[in-house]
């Protein structure tokens, strides 16, 4: 079975610049999570959805941060503009259900300069 | 919101040798803690996880306890080995939503 993919593996951007972060979850997973792991923290929930739904984003930094779950599959995070502290590495995971055993992709490392 | 401690942010352990890392939770409602593995390059990767209507699991040669009166729980690894190296959080939550995780413990294991 294929796990959750995640593109790009790493990212290097200017501050003010915006980018984009995709996810392919594993099939038949109705729950997705995008997580913000900053050096040396455990990662920080951003996002969930529940088929193409949000579930929870409140702590989601709206001002900048967007993600959308086209047809209850794949997703995107988008960040724009980016600033420095947004550097950290970004984990999609997915789950059978909410309440199911999360498996995480590789992540996204965002380097921002 | 739920906070979690984790500690010791490193440990170097003899192979062979036990390794113990401990967690405290806040929100006296969390009633679900797993653990998950992570190495470099990859996404973590759930170990173990422990409800509150149990004291202790073990899974071969990792076990955690959970103290629900302190509020806090613990990872034991035995007869650590090379492949045991890697960074291992803690995390807690109410029903399964929401995840809380803890800083994470840079385990080394030394041959």
């Known amino acids: 079975e294929a796990g959750v993919a995640q593109s790009p593996r790493y990212k290097i951007i200017e501050k003010r610049q915006s980018v984009a972060f995709w996810c392919n979850p594993i099939?038949?997973?109705?729950?997705l999570y995008w997580y913000q792991q900053i050096l040396g923290q455990g990662p920080k929930l951003l996002i969930q959805f529940q088929n193409n739904g949000v579930v929870d984003d409140s702590q989601l930094p709206k001002d900048r941060f967007s993600a959308e779950r086209l047809k209850g599959v794949d997703s995107t995070l988008k960040i724009q503009p980016a600033k420095l502290e947004d550097s950290a590495v970004y984990l999609c995971a997915s789950s059978l259900d909410a309440a199911g055993e999360q498996y995480f992709g590789p992540g996204t490392r965002l380097t921002v300069t | 919101g739920e906070n979690v401690e984790q500690h010791p942010s490193t440990l170097s352990v003899q192979e062979g040798d036990s390794a113990v890392i401990k967690c405290t939770y806040s929100d006296s409602a969390s009633n679900y803690f797993p653990w998950y593995k992570q190495e470099l390059g990859k996404g973590p990767q759930l170990i173990i996880d422990i409800r509150s209507n149990v004291g202790e699991k073990k899974d071969q040669r990792i076990a955690v306890t959970l103290n629900k009166t302190a509020k806090h729980f613990s990872l034991h690894i035995t007869e650590t080995q090379p492949e045991d190296s890697a960074v291992y959080f803690c995390a807690a939550s109410v029903n399964d939503y929401k995840l809380s995780f803890g800083a994470g413990t840079t385990v080394t294991v030394r041959a």
């Open positions: 099939s038949g997973h109705a729950t």
